[in-house]
């Protein structure tokens, strides 16, 4: 009898002891694992949201010597704002040569600057309106250590709106954004419903949600084509995402936004567009709550149409805009 006890005991020593070694096995197998995905995690991170985020590279150069120009012979001013989130923006704005109240302000996309804006600056001029081009957040000249994908952007928007509203007290306001820079304006339309301020939003190539976009995008780098493994790099990479810049990939979704939008949108998007599907803008359009217009340009890569189809893409700005300030 006491022999079964002693011997029982021994067993259940023994047991104990293979549990707490199998347990700390599988701890320290699971902090390799957690390990490994969190430094893959952060290199995802770092090239897409901090290491290509300044690359004013020689296509630009062309346009900073128009706008070194522009400041010199057509009257327009740099002008910076401190962000609420720690950090200085750079802008530059272009009044009409016909004094008016009325302002576009152009949000560029990823790795780009407010020279971006150059390029569609005269259709507004043309149609009497300033333009207001300014670096967003960890571009050009402006502050900042990391892109959000318009997360923390479109904070920073709402600044630039600010400033316009103070400048032009009675004027009517458009914001123009291009890829990145149409998902910012998107998500911030949803701000806008509080106070609608902005009159119209026009999204060239806007991303509907961003983890979907990073799952094509990463598929397509590496041919995993298996989403479980793609969603595992995205989740650890959310993860150094939200540790240093303090944003997940999951809240940014212009498509979640646009279903309480009532101002007007109009969505402009090629359908040879490789980077940012087509199939976003349809996504984007239907979820929209409120007014909206779209114009696919065939054959067109992301947001070419600018250069291919220049003469049908602002006859389509401009006849949304007519319809768009009649809301």
């Known amino acids: 009898m006491f022999e079964d006890a002693e011997m029982q005991a021994l067993k259940r020593k023994v047991w104990l002891r293979f549990f707490l070694v199998t347990l700390s096995i599988l701890f320290v197998f699971f902090a390799i694992i ?3 995905g969190l430094v ?4 995802f991170y770092q090239e897409f949201c901090v290491w290509n985020t300044r690359l004013d590279s020689k296509r630009f150069q062309a346009l900073q010597v128009t706008l070194e120009d522009g400041i010199k012979t057509k009257g327009w001013k740099n002008v910076s704002i401190n962000s609420r989130l720690g950090y200085t923006l750079q802008g530059t704005y272009l009044p009409n040569p016909t004094p008016s109240n ?5 949000v ?3 790795t780009g600057s407010r020279l971006m804006g150059l390029w569609y600056a005269p259709l507004y001029i043309k149609a009497g309106y300033n333009v207001l081009i300014y670096d967003s957040r960890a571009s050009g000249e402006s502050g900042g250590n990391s892109v959000s994908w318009g997360f923390y952007e479109k904070y920073d928007l709402d600044q630039w709106i600010d400033w316009v509203e103070q400048y032009h007290p009675k004027g009517k306001i458009g914001v123009h954004g291009v890829s990145m820079g149409a998902a910012t304006a998107l998500m911030h339309a949803e701000m806008n419903e509080m106070s609608h301020r902005v009159n119209f939003y026009v999204a060239d190539s806007s991303y509907s949600d961003l983890e ?3 799952t094509q995008q990463i598929d397509a ?4 084509h298996d989403p479980l493994w793609i969603k595992l790099l995205l989740r650890y990479s959310s993860i150094m995402a939200k540790w240093q810049s303090g944003f997940r990939y999951e809240d940014v979704s212009p498509v979640r936004s646009v279903r309480h939008v009532t101002t007007p949108i109009l969505y402009l998007h090629g359908d040879a567009d490789v980077l940012v599907p087509v ?3 349809e996504q984007l359009y239907t979820a929209t709550k ?3 217009e779209k114009y696919i340009s065939s054959g067109d890569a992301h947001a070419m149409a600018i250069f291919n189809h220049k003469v049908e893409y602002q006859r389509r700005i401009m006849s949304f805009i007519d319809v768009a300030l009649q809301q």
């Open 34 to 36: 957690n390990g490994i």
């Open 279 to 281: 199939y976003m803008n």
């Open 290 to 292: 409120g007014y909206k």
């Open 212 to 214: 979907e976009l990073l």
């Open 108 to 110: 560029h996309g990823i």
């Open 221 to 224: 780098a590496v041919s995993l």
């Open 40 to 43: 893959i995690g952060n290199l």
């Open 102 to 106: 009325n302002t576009v302000i152009f």
